[in-house]
């Protein structure tokens, strides 16, 4: 798909910056923008960002002819429970699925556990009698539904998800009472699970259809206050939503399946790092995006990213298919504290963009990871955010004293030491999990270090792994809104479908594809895809008869099921050392990914600078000691110039510190590459 319009923006709204990557064909050049996220209104500090860009940028806003969004809104509504009013209708006898969920243990010593979450109670679950089997024949046909919507009337709900037992083997019954939910409560949303999550598993199946209804009405707010502002100053650019699989969808299609929304954001870094491992040369990289409140864990293993057909966001499953990511509380924005046993700990309470670091000056009063890298020099106070921002070093001092320093009798250098000690043993633990539960050595793989803070941890954190490459790419600040940049639309289509996967079954396999071919090239024409840019990718969820879990394989050769068992095979071998080739193997899913592939116009690398760099100096401590550190400006670095460490390296939205014992230089592509050399 191709654009009339010069400009192309891609925007990454995160919890504590906005950040922006503008691509002007007439130019051929990526530039990056970067403004503070209004919680209140995520589409006011869009705007915002938008606006100022084009100011500093010199192109019109009725330039922009592609808007790619990604966004914390669905995330965010989900981990702090700011969700509709919903109720559940079930098939009866089912209404308790919800709260039974898995008998699995999370804390497996706890006394106590925390129960799992539950986002509709009891009394707003309700019976609906029919019953089908699993093969999507009719045991008990579906009643009338007069008796349920005048139950549904008395309670007045906001949302309504609907997910009947094995409605994924036969919509009509779903559909059916859909039709007469919306004549009775016009205006309500609706969310059908043989919509939003065609799969077996009845538990995941109905947490994620009740995700998903309880977040139309969260989506579709935000997404008329986004369309409002459409048109201001020539502003009418056409808008696509980046999904958790790493796609695009429409406004219409994200406003009905908000569920698809909810690794939105991140999911953008690792689409950066996948492209990054091919520019570079790099097939294996630890991709960590460290922002304000949160650090992404992502592998790109032989240049491609791993996708999942099932997560977890807030303790609840997701049953859609998303990029491989593991998150956990750790970001610039992390709070510090000493608790009630004297211990140092940091996050996963962050002050997010309001109040914000309290070197931010914005009426934060509790020290942040980002204060204690301001105490310890390591930011130039006047250069933050490329000058926009002035540091309030003095307070963070004060903070960091007060708060950690006096309580465990250390000096404020000290104290900061340790909150950056703790950070990064927190952070190296994310990645270790992410590669040792697939059997991957740390020491094979290097380190792509992005978001606004990852560059002040990201050396230190491969000291503690044995990682021996560090790779702070360009534009590093605002590095998820780059992948989201160079992105496709992409939607996701799949149905369980329990056979044998054997030449014997090939007829009825081959109609089971040809009905999701045919869906998915639907959906790509809805959407004006053209159809020299469309394409269609066919998986399968495979798995050893007798196996309760399925392995995601992909299958280009569809419908050749010897090269899908050959594969299968191969991937169980791979992560679990051992494949059964001599069983039967089972079809559970059948999945199609309608693919429609944006225009990718060339960027070209930033002019190098004619002139040699001179590095500044400035004070920082480390180990408990000062001492004057060489300070670089990255745009004055040219190829081959070295920066040896401990130097710091800074920009307009990221500073990055090269530890001791590595040294720096930057490659052609503009990226530095960082190497340990003891």
């Known amino acids: ?58 192109f019109a806003l009725a330039d922009v002819g592609l808007l790619l969004h990604g966004t914390t809104i669905a995330t965010n509504a989900v981990l702090e429970r700011k969700l509709a009013r919903g109720v559940l209708l079930t098939t009866a006898g089912f209404e308790d699925v919800l709260e ?21 109670e009891r009394d707003l679950r309700l019976g609906v009698t029919e019953r089908l089997r699993a093969d999507g024949s009719v045991e008990t046909p579906l009643a009338d539904p007069a008796p349920l919507l005048a139950q549904l009337r008395a309670l007045a709900p906001e949302a309504i998800a609907i997910g009947l037992l094995h409605a994924y083997a036969n919509p009509a019954h779903e559909r059916a009472l859909r039709d007469a939910v919306r004549a009775a409560l016009p205006g309500v949303p609706v969310s059908l699970s043989s919509d939003v999550s065609p799969e077996i598993r009845e538990y995941e199946r109905l947490s994620t259809t009740v995700l998903n209804a309880l977040l139309m009405p969260v989506v579709q707010r935000y997404l008329e206050k986004l369309e409002a502002r459409l048109g201001e100053d020539g502003f009418s650019p056409r808008i696509f939503l980046v999904q958790s699989n790493g796609g695009m969808c429409s406004l219409k299609r994200a406003a009905e399946q908000p569920a698809s929304l909810l690794l939105s954001g991140p999911s953008g870094g690792a689409l950066a790092a996948e492209r990054l491992s091919r520019r570079l040369d790099r097939p294996n990289l630890v991709a960590v995006d460290m922002g304000g409140t949160s650090f992404d864990v992502s592998v790109v293993q032989g240049h491609r990213i791993g996708l999942v057909t099932q997560g977890e966001v807030g303790g609840l499953p997701v049953r859609l298919p998303m990029v491989e990511m593991r998150t956990i509380g750790a970001g610039g924005g992390s709070i510090a504290a000493v608790d ?11 002050a997010g963009a309001r109040p914000g670091p309290v070197c931010y000056g914005r009426g934060g009063a509790e020290p942040t990871v980002t204060d204690a890298n301001a105490v310890l020099g390591r930011f130039d106070p006047d250069f933050f955010l490329g000058g926009a921002m002035k540091l309030e070093l003095a307070a963070a001092r004060d903070a960091m004293a007060a708060r950690i320093a006096a309580p465990l009798g250390l000096s404020v250098e000290e104290a900061a030491e340790g ?13 270790r999990l992410s590669l040792f539960e697939k059997g991957l050595d740390p020491r094979d793989f290097a380190l792509l270090s992005f978001g606004g803070a990852g560059g002040l941890h990201a050396s230190d954190v491969a000291d503690e792994l044995g990682i021996a490459e560090v790779i702070f790419p360009r534009e590093p600040g605002t590095l998820s809104a780059y992948g989201i940049l160079f992105s496709d639309l992409a939607q996701d289509i799949a149905r369980s479908r329990l056979m044998q996967a054997d030449p014997a079954h090939a007829a009825d396999i ?22 020299d840019a469309r394409a269609v990718e066919i998986a399968a969820d495979l798995r050893y008869r007798g196996q309760a879990f399925e392995l995601l394989v ?31 193997v089972e079809i559970v899913t059948l999945r199609a990914t309608a693919i429609g592939r944006l225009d990718k116009p060339e960027e070209h690398a930033p002019d190098a600078p004619e002139a040699a760099p001179h590095p500044a100096a400035r004070r920082a401590w480390q180990d408990g000691a000062p001492a004057d550190w060489p300070v670089w400006m990255r745009d004055t670095l040219r190829a081959g110039d070295r920066v040896q460490g401990p130097a710091i390296i800074e920009e307009a939205f990221a500073t990055h510190v090269i530890g001791r014992f590595w040294t720096a230089s930057l490659h052609p592509d503009g990226a530095i590459i960082a190497r340990r050399h003891a």
């Not at 045919?518 to 959906?523: H, K, N, V």
Request: contains cysteine.
């Open 340 to 350: 009630a046993a004297g211990r140092l700990t940091a996050g996963p309470r962050s």
């Open 1 to 58: 798909m191709t654009e009339s319009r010069p400009v192309r923006i891609a925007v990454d709204i995160g919890g504590t910056f906005t950040d922006l990557q503008i691509l002007d064909v007439r130019r051929g050049r990526v530039v990056a923008w970067k403004t503070p996220t209004t919680p209140a209104d995520p589409s006011e500090g869009l705007l915002t960002g938008v606006r100022d860009a084009a100011a500093r940028f010199g």
């Open 554 to 584: 992909p299958w280009p050769e569809a419908p050749d099921i010897p090269a899908l068992l050959a594969r299968f095979h191969a991937a169980h071998r791979a992560r679990f050392s051992y494949a059964a080739e001599g069983e039967p």
């Open 419 to 431: 909150v950056l000690r703790v950070t990064n043993a927190q952070l190296a633990a994310a990645v």
């Open 100 to 120: 039974i969920t898995r008998h699995v243990r999370r804390d497996i010593y706890g006394l106590a556990p925390d129960p799992f979450p539950c986002l509709i």
């Open 510 to 531: 081959a109609a089971a594809l040809d009905a999701l071919r045919s869906e998915a090239t639907a959906r790509l024409a809805e959407d004006g895809v053209p159809d």
